[in-house]
């Protein structure tokens, strides 16, 4: 009996640390705001040019960030099928060769947009909120480009 009962003392903190892990992981998600649809990308972009012909960069920087979130969401839906596909090519040849590949090519991306991104809104001519906007905007543009690529090359109906 004492035995179980220096296991139970044992194990206390660590289970009272998983819990506290899955909680503190629980209540980020529940915070992730959701993502916007296209409609909604539109319509903050058609109340920035309403309030002038060449809206502030105070402005569009909701509309920028907005866009970013969708355009984001869709290279993940992209990446992962894309992904799912290559795990099962490689399943049927018992590697993982394509899978990896994918990967690593994925991670190598994200590097050098969050590099080349960077640069550009350091080179934007302006304030601090139109240097953000270029990197936003070069960020939308390279992961639509990305996205587009997948689609094109591995998940159009003509691929198959």
């Known amino acids: 009996m004492n035995f179980s009962m220096d296991i139970r003392q044992k194990?206390?903190?660590a289970v009272a640390?998983?819990?506290v892990f899955f909680a503190s992981g629980a209540a980020l998600a529940a915070k992730t705001p959701p993502v916007p649809t296209m409609q909604e990308v539109q319509v903050c972009y058609e109340k920035a040019h309403a309030e002038g012909a060449s809206p502030s960069p105070d402005a569009m920087a909701p509309c920028l960030e907005k866009e970013l979130a969708f355009v984001k969401s869709e290279h993940k839906d992209a990446t992962e099928r894309v992904a799912a596909m290559a795990k099962a090519a490689d399943k049927e040849q018992g590697v993982r060769t394509r899978w990896t590949k994918f990967i690593q090519?994925?991670?190598s991306?994200?590097?050098f947009v969050t590099r080349e991104c960077a640069y550009f809104g350091m080179?934007?001519?302006g304030n601090r909120r139109a240097e953000k906007n270029g990197e936003l905007a070069?960020?939308?543009n390279y992961y639509r480009m990305r996205t587009n690529v997948?689609?094109?090359r591995f998940l159009s109906g003509a691929r198959r």
Do not use: E, V
């Open 11 to 13: 194990l206390a903190p």
């Open 17 to 19: 640390a998983a819990t």
């Open 105 to 107: 090519a994925g991670q």
């Open 109 to 111: 991306f994200d590097t």
């Open 123 to 125: 080179t934007t001519k």
């Open 138 to 140: 070069c960020r939308i």
């Open 150 to 152: 997948l689609k094109n």
